[in-house]
């Protein structure tokens, strides 16, 4: 995570072809959401193997949080699923 990340859940949107976006949810509808520490490495699983599009979101579906500058995030994938 970004170490000057604005303090926010952090909710997540994938595709199939980088135009059509559906927000995570898990089996019952619920929104996948992070609550997160800057300045830290998190792990996630939930993500959607097939996913080829990822966009991270600063607060829920229902009330984004503005972020008070560009934020860069680096993924590390593992494939080996």
Do not use: H
Request: glycine residues 6%; positive net charge; aromatic residues 12%.
């Amino acid at each position: 995570m970004p170490a000057e990340w604005t303090p926010a859940l952090l909710t997540f949107q994938v595709s199939y072809d980088d135009v059509n976006f559906g927000d995570l949810v898990d089996q019952y509808t619920r929104e996948i959401s992070l609550n997160i520490t800057p300045g830290t490495v998190i792990r996630v699983d939930l993500l959607p193997l097939r996913a080829g599009w990822l966009k991270f979101r600063s607060g829920s579906r229902f009330g984004a949080v503005k972020q008070t500058a560009s934020r860069t995030f680096t993924l590390i994938a593992n494939t080996s699923k």
